[in-house]
């Protein structure tokens, strides 16, 4: 998601660091960007000079320590691991100018707790995007308990100039999205795991009973089992209720490193370019089997 934020500001004007744990990384992240650039000039919503453009304001960066004297916002979108996200703030605190605005593109961790991390928690606050980025509207903006009403809205109107909707939330596990997402998608797991209906019929039901564009054991596999699962236990843990305990099933698949379209295999299995399983270009995926 981080290349897709930095796709977005980019866009809007804004010169972007873009960082990642090693150069391979940020290459591809780069790379990445550029493809979906390419995608859009060949389906004329850019041109090539406005390619160029938003490449030419993206600019790698190998550090955190290092020429970072005029950065006003640091947007952080790291792996959903506390002690992760924890480490690389008070590297960015110590890194950026004591003005700079630090946000979390976290899901689903407490956005006090980050704060408290720093020398400036009034000037932490959760940005939570959708992925992907340079298509949905949404973006989540938390306030931690001392993030100050000045950095509320910049972060906000932040927003609005990217072309995004922002929607207000409290500093609870989960926010607003995961806290109603992730217990339906667990739901749907439990229900392939006591046997009530098959992987296609769950989706099938959501999609066209409920008009979801794609069912919640898809959507999972999209978002990654691991993800979905780290989730999960914040709001588990946070909330102190057995409703929001992880079903076993997805425990087991995130064990078996089965983590959804990103490893080839979740509750569906993805194939690749040359192999069955694609049509129109794009990847098919085909039920797992492995339902209990």
């Known amino acids: ?21 090693d150069e391979a990384r ?19 919503r850019r041109t090539t000079h ?25 947007i952080e979108a790291a792996t959903e691991n506390v002690k992760v996200k924890l480490e690389l703030f008070r590297t960015l605190d110590r890194g950026l100018p004591g003005a700079a605005i630090l946000a979390s593109n976290t899901s689903s961790i407490s956005i ?27 973006v989540e903006v938390i306030r931690g308990l001392a993030t100050s009403d000045e950095t ?31 217990p339906m998608i667990n739901e749907a797991i439990f229900t392939l795991y006591e046997g009530v209906a098959s992987i296609e019929a769950i989706d ?11 069912g919640p054991l898809t959507l999972a596999d999209f978002i990654g089992l691991d993800t979905c699962l780290a989730i999960l236990d914040v709001l588990h843990e946070g909330l102190g209720d057995p409703k ?29 370019q040359d192999r069955a399983g694609i049509k129109n270009g794009v990847t098919q995926p085909a039920p797992a089997r492995a339902e209990r």
């Open 112 to 138: 006090t707790k980050i704060g408290a991390a720093t020398t400036r928690p009034q000037r932490v606050v959760g940005m939570h995007f959708m992925n992907p980025v340079p298509v949905m509207k949404l």
């Open 50 to 74: 406005e390619k160029a453009c938003i490449l030419g304001r993206i600019r790698p960066q190998n550090t955190l320590t290092d020429g970072l004297d005029d950065v006003e916002l640091a």
């Open 244 to 272: 929001y305990r992880a079903c076993p099933l997805l425990r087991q698949y995130v064990a078996a490193g089965w983590l959804g379209k990103k490893t080839g295999r979740g509750f569906y299995e993805y194939h690749t």
């Open 152 to 182: 509320f809205t910049v972060v906000r109107d932040l927003a609005l100039q990217l072309e995004k909707v922002p929607a207000e939330s409290r500093d609870f596990p989960g926010f607003i999205a995961n806290r109603i997402l992730l």
């Open 204 to 214: 099938t039901v959501m999609k066209l009973g409920m008009n979801h564009p794609m």
């Open 26 to 44: 940020i290459r591809r992240g780069v790379e990445g960007i550029a493809k979906l650039l390419d995608r859009d000039v060949e389906k004329e």
């Open 1 to 21: 998601m981080g290349a897709g934020i930095a796709q977005v500001c980019a866009a809007f004007g804004h010169t972007v660091l873009l960082n990642d744990v």
